[in-house]
T-cell receptor, first 116, second 114 residues
């Protein structure tokens, strides 16, 4: 499989522990945020999203927290499993009123390694 | 549904050659986009389309052309390949629904330009 990022920051956790992956975003006008998971050789896969009018959203084993004051986003994975090993990207969306553009700006990613 | 499909999966070009990366989706999505992914970096937007007949530039459009003649297809053309275009290319689509921003990604095309 390919390497999606040779010099990515890496978070190494033990199986069963909780993981927290952080992301700083730059545009205070961003109105929507997504976390994607990318396994080697595959395209990004949706994990969870959150709108700018929320500060927390929970899914199955995952929670996203949004702090608009400091422009920070985090992804918490509970009871991390070996299958969670991947690169995780946060992405933000800004929808300019004049273009209707709907495209995401991605962060550079964090590699999560789960030790058995 | 096949979702978003891309062809080819791998391609090697010589500098100066041209080619088209194919992307198709069967979800009747209005929005489609092309990204490139380089090692150590996130995905960067090349071009996007908000519907058939409408395209616009993203962050890194130079050296690439797109067209959108149908809702389903959004090909990406490299006009004269350069080594700097060696990358993995992802196509994505998104519905036009007001509350849906999620983008669905294809499996990617790995392009090497020598």
């Amino acid at each position: 499989g390919e390497s999606v990022g040779l010099h990515l920051p890496t978070l190494s956790v033990q199986e069963g522990d909780n993981s927290i992956i952080n992301c700083a975003y730059s545009n205070s006008a961003s109105d929507y945020f997504i976390w994607y998971k990318q396994e080697s050789g595959k395209g990004p896969q949706f994990i969870i999203d959150i709108r700018s009018n929320m500060d927390k959203r929970q899914g199955q084993r995952v929670t996203v927290l949004l702090n608009k004051t400091v422009k920070h986003l985090s992804l918490q994975i509970a009871a991390t499993q070996p299958g969670d090993s991947a690169v995780y990207f946060c992405a933000e969306n800004v929808t300019p009123m004049d273009t209707g553009r709907r495209a995401l700006t991605f962060g550079s990613g964090t590699r999560l390694q789960v030790q058995p | 549904n096949a979702g978003v499909t891309q062809t080819p999966k791998f391609q090697v070009l010589k500098t100066g050659q041209s080619m088209t990366l194919q992307c198709a989706q069967d979800m009747n999505h209005e929005y489609m986009s092309w990204y490139r992914q380089d090692p150590g970096m996130g995905l960067r937007l090349i071009h996007y389309s908000v519907g058939a007949g409408i395209t616009d530039q993203g962050e890194v459009p130079n050296g690439y052309n797109v067209s959108r003649s149908t809702t389903e297809d959004f090909p990406l053309r490299l006009l004269s390949a350069a080594p700097s275009q060696t990358s993995v290319y992802f196509c994505a689509s998104s519905s036009g629904l007001a509350h849906s921003y999620e983008q669905y990604f294809g499996p990617g095309t790995r392009l090497t330009v020598t």
